[in-house]
Antibody
Framework: EVQLVESGGGLVQPGRSLRLSCAAS????????MHWVRQAPGKGLEWVSG????????GYADSVKGRFTISRDNAKNSLYLQMNSLRAEDTALYYC????????????????WGQGTMVTVSS | SYELTQPLSVSVALGQTARITCGGN??????VHWYQQKPGQAPVLVIY???NRPSGIPERFSGSNSGNTATLTISRAQAGDEADYYC?????????FGGGTKLTVL
């Protein structure tokens, strides 16, 4: 079964850090680009970051550039998101999503999504 | 930055055809993807690259894209189609989602 399982969310104070993980199974992880997409409570979807199959190409939304770092470990079939200097507006459900392509920026869709991990930034 | 405009809500009678639009400047030149999200669930891809259906998605779901408008069409709407629908494109090395449309089946 193709599956993405996120973990690492929780309650964190503003200015602190958190690291999210996404464990992939059921497909050849290193054949695909991967992404993080978030959804604030009651709001729409917002792309956060993406990474190509070999980490050679990485992209970030302007809202997180300089604060978040995406990475992957193909040997462990895992995707990560290091989130620093967290703000209240980063509060959201964070989804891991699989791209249909190998490279980033190939204009294709996200065909597999995890169930998400909730991040709450509050004092 | 590129913007995608969707109606906040669309209503359709059971068994009729629903059309959800996604507006953007010259969106016809881009690949448009559509996702369905039911309450408390993760998004599911229902249409990719304007008009292609992933395996497992009913033929009732179709898509088109031309000019400044992309459209998701749901034929013979069922109660189970009630959900939020999001369009998505790539623009300038970034991913853009529409604001989402809540589909109500009456």
């Amino acid at each position: 079964e193709v599956q993405l399982v996120e973990s690492g969310g929780g309650l964190v104070q503003p200015g602190r850090s958190l690291r999210l993980s996404c464990a992939a199974s059921g497909f050849t992880f290193d054949d695909y680009a991967m992404h993080w997409v978030r959804q604030a409570p009651g709001k729409g979807l917002e792309w956060v970051s993406g990474i190509s199959w070999n980490s050679g190409s990485i992209g970030y939304a302007d809202s997180v550039k300089g604060r978040f770092t995406i990475s992957r470990d193909n040997a462990k079939n895992s995707l990560y998101l290091q989130m620093n200097s967290l703000r209240a507006e980063d509060t959201a459900l964070y989804y891991c999503a699989k791209d249909k392509r190998t490279q980033l920026y190939e204009n294709d869709a996200f065909d597999i999504w995890g169930q998400g991990t909730m991040v709450t930034v509050s004092s | 930055s590129y913007e995608l405009t969707q109606p906040l809500s669309v209503s359709v009678a059971l068994g009729q055809t629903a059309r959800i639009t996604c507006g953007g400047n010259n969106i016809g030149s881009k690949n448009v993807h559509w996702y369905q999200q039911k309450p408390g669930q993760a998004p599911v891809l229902v249409i990719y690259r304007d008009s292609n259906r992933p395996s497992g998605i009913p033929e009732r779901f179709s898509g088109s894209n031309s000019g400044n408008t992309a459209t998701l069409t749901i034929s013979r709407a069922q109660a189970g189609d009630e959900a939020d629908y999001y369009c998505q494109v790539w623009d300038s090395s970034s991913v853009v989602f529409g604001g989402g449309t809540k589909l109500t089946v009456l």
